[in-house]
């Protein structure tokens, strides 16, 4: 018999309730990130499942309600503070007609949505109209990623953003006031006051006192504190003046925007604890107060949603498609329209949880279950939806409208670094780096090891010099200068990265990672968190023989790769490579790209032993296994997830690598890409980057599962 342990639940000692909650915190991001689904979503999941309706681990406390009510508002703040008023302000035409458009299309759709085929009354289908009206910006960091920051749809969706957010809170604000039984022209008069003087009063006021304290102060801690004090005084305000209070965070993000940089140390400090503590703690209290049970009992929560994401879906797309033949934009730009703007987020989740707390005339409150089930998986689904257009139409912006890298993309900024970590490889590492090095420049090399910070550290950190001291050695004996640097990290790949910002390197060649039992990863414990913080070119290199024995190159080259920036930065190294070697190099690839690459060999390296074989498809990498013996260098040029040449077959990379070329020495490269890495996450950012999705890894269980049977 199992013990008894109902009695324990739910929980009721603080202590304990934070644990659970920073577990959550802790653990979401990650179980969220291998089902791909947005962290923002995860939380909210999270909060169901330890909550009344869930597992009952936990009750909704007076802890739920001030963390709560700190995270909605925290949320508001961040939305004012990430929006670019200077793009905006440059096309404030354009930017108001789509504001506009993309405010009161689905607007009108979703108000006759809930008035005819959901039954709400006319002030929940107002409410309603404004979840649905306004978006959250969830797939800007795809846009990021891809470099597309500048694009003229981006930027025009992210101005529109603003104007549809600040619209529908505002009308928000109005519902709260009717709520409260004023509804006669005297109130619109007034609410209209209240506004007006609300935003010109901070306008005016806040900008002064922030000049004055940044200009007497500099402290970090009174710095985050007197910009949490704004945030908190601006939403009081509001509140006293009749309006939501998440309006006056946003106004206040709004002012404090051109005073906080996005790149500040004060940014980050006040993102961090956001994401942290405030705003998770905001979603799993929201989470907590979902029943999902409801979904059993009937249709109608079912048919909410359908309602919501269908009409939802439609509003917005009428608005994105139509602004962009008014303004006689590619359809691509369209496509990216939509999908920045058809995502809902914070702010709906923000706005229902005010129409949770609005009581009726009849005793009801303006928000019910099925109406906060539905926005939750409203807010699931146009996720999904936003995420996969973006992405979709990023890819073929750069396609349609940029051209190949161009040749004088080679700069003379080579300046590379080798993170050592074993003594095999030392010499290996250090000769590959001399042989691809440029002689003319006489750049040195950059040797560094990186141990853990633990009870082991003296003693590796000495193994660590012993092996810089013979890669320093390896590479005075060919006259190449070499600085080494030793240093401790809790994580190896942030040590890395740096190092490898302190020392401003161009490029890193480094060891695969040594398999030791069948089971070990490919990748090892670092590999891929370093690949996914750093955008410069790294190659990382088994080399099984010794270079000089070498007869042959084989470069397998997948196709869009001439479109990353990166594009002749490696094929300039290989050439070199080659060069130093005396041995021929064939690269396998489709007919325009080896086209590109031919025409560079000719007019650099016109000596080079070259050849160039067609290959139409990614999936027949395996078959080079017949062309590649042990004397020969399979190398695999791939990409970074979000980059223009990235392939979903990547994934499958390590198992055909491990398969079909376990005995030839491997170099795989991860060229320059475009975009910025996430170094700082916001709320609508993912806060982890899975390499293989839960989905990928089901597939691998099932498919040696059937192989054994």
């Not at 959550?24 to 499942?49: D, E, N, T, W, Y």
């Not at 309006?247 to 004060?266: Q, T, Y």
């Not at 707390?357 to 005793?363: A, I, Q, T, V």
């Not at 993912?686 to 040696?704: D, F, G, H, L």
Request: hydrophobic fraction near 50%; charge should be neutral; include cysteine.
């Amino acid at each position: 018999m199992l013990p008894d342990i109902s009695h324990y639940f739910p929980i009721a000692d603080p202590t304990l309730i934070f644990f659970v909650v920073l577990c959550i915190i802790l653990f979401a991001p990650m179980i969220m990130a291998k089902l791909r689904i947005p962290h923002i979503i995860g939380m909210v999941l999270a909060g169901i499942l330890v909550g009344k309706y869930g597992l009952n681990i936990l009750e909704r406390d007076s802890s739920f309600e001030l963390f709560g009510k700190v995270g909605v508002l925290y949320i508001m703040f961040l939305a004012g503070l990430e929006m670019n008023l200077k793009d905006i302000n440059q096309k404030r035409f354009q930017f108001l007609i789509f504001g506009l458009l993309t405010f009161i299309v689905p607007f009108i759709i979703a108000y006759f949505t809930g008035i005819w085929l959901l039954g709400y009354s006319p002030m929940a289908s107002v409410l309603l109209a404004c979840i649905l009206s306004s978006n959250t910006l969830i797939a800007y960091p795809i846009v990021c990623k891809y470099g597309l920051q500048k694009h003229s749809s981006v930027m025009l969706s992210v101005g529109s953003s603003m104007i549809a957010l600040t619209l529908s809170l505002l009308v928000v604000a109005a519902v709260v006031g009717i709520s409260a039984g004023q509804s006669d022209i005297t109130f619109w008069v007034i609410f209209v006051i209240k506004v007006i003087g609300f935003c010109l009063g901070a306008a005016i006021v806040i900008p002064r006192m922030t000049r004055w304290f940044f200009r007497h102060y500099s402290d970090a801690v009174m710095l985050y504190i007197y910009v949490m004090s704004i945030l908190f005084l601006s939403a009081a305000t509001s509140e006293i003046c009749g309006l939501e209070g998440i309006f006056g965070a946003f106004v206040a993000g709004l002012i404090m925007n051109r005073f906080i940089p996005s790149v500040s140390p004060l940014m980050n400090r006040i993102e961090f604890i956001g994401n942290a503590i405030f705003i998770p703690y905001f979603l799993i209290g929201v989470g907590m107060l979902i029943d999902l049970s409801v979904l059993f009992h009937g249709l109608d929560t079912l048919w909410v949603v359908f309602c919501m994401v269908v009409f939802g879906t439609i509003g917005k797309a009428l608005a994105a498609y139509g602004t962009c033949l008014g303004f006689k934009m590619p359809l691509q730009s369209g496509h990216m329209m939509f999908g920045l703007t058809e995502a809902h987020a914070a702010g709906g989740i923000a706005m229902t949880m005010v129409g949770m707390s609005l009581m009726m005339p009849d005793g009801t409150y303006l928000v019910d279950t099925n109406m906060l089930n539905g926005v939750v998986m409203m807010i699931l689904f146009s996720c999904i939806i936003s995420s996969v257009v973006v992405e979709n139409s990023a890819q073929k912006i750069l396609l349609s409208e940029m051209n190949p890298v161009e040749e004088n993309n080679v700069g003379d900024d080579e300046k590379i670094m080798l993170p050592l970590q074993h003594n095999e490889d030392a010499d290996t590492l250090v000769n590959l780096a001399i042989m691809m090095r440029n002689k003319k420049l006489n750049r040195g090399l950059i040797g560094l090891n990186v141990v853990y910070d633990d009870i082991d550290s003296d003693r590796n950190k000495n193994s660590g010099k012993r092996i810089l001291a013979q890669a320093e050695a390896t590479a005075t004996a060919a006259d190449v200068r070499m600085q080494t640097q030793s240093r401790l990290a809790i994580n190896i790949a942030n040590g890395i990265k740096h190092a490898f910002k302190e020392n401003d390197a161009s490029e890193i060649i480094m060891g695969l990672h040594r398999q030791k039992e069948p089971g070990d990863s490919f990748w090892g414990a670092y590999t891929q968190g370093l690949i996914s913080e750093i955008n410069n070119q790294i190659m990382i290199c088994r080399i099984l023989r010794p270079l000089n024995t070498m007869r042959r190159i084989h470069v397998a080259v997948p196709s869009r790769v001439e479109f990353e920036p990166g594009f002749y930065r490696w094929i300039e190294r290989l050439a070199r490579l080659t060069g130093n070697m005396g041995c021929r190099i064939i690269f396998h690839g489709r007919e325009y790209t080896t086209m590109l690459i031919q025409q560079y060999l000719k007019s650099k390296h016109p000596a080079l032993d070259a050849e160039y074989d067609e290959m139409y498809h990614w999936k027949q990498l395996t078959s080079l296994a017949e062309k590649v013996n042990d004397d020969h260098m399979l190398v695999v040029i791939t990409a970074r997830q979000g980059t223009v040449s990235y392939k979903p077959a990547f994934e499958y990379l390590p198992k055909e690598l491990t398969e079909s070329f376990p005995e030839c020495s491997l170099m795989i490269i991860y060229p320059d890409q475009n975009g910025q890495p996430q170094d700082t996450m916001t709320f609508t950012a993912p806060q982890r980057q899975e390499k293989e999705s839960a989905y990928a890894t089901i597939m691998k269980w099932v498919e040696k599962t059937f192989k054994r049977q």
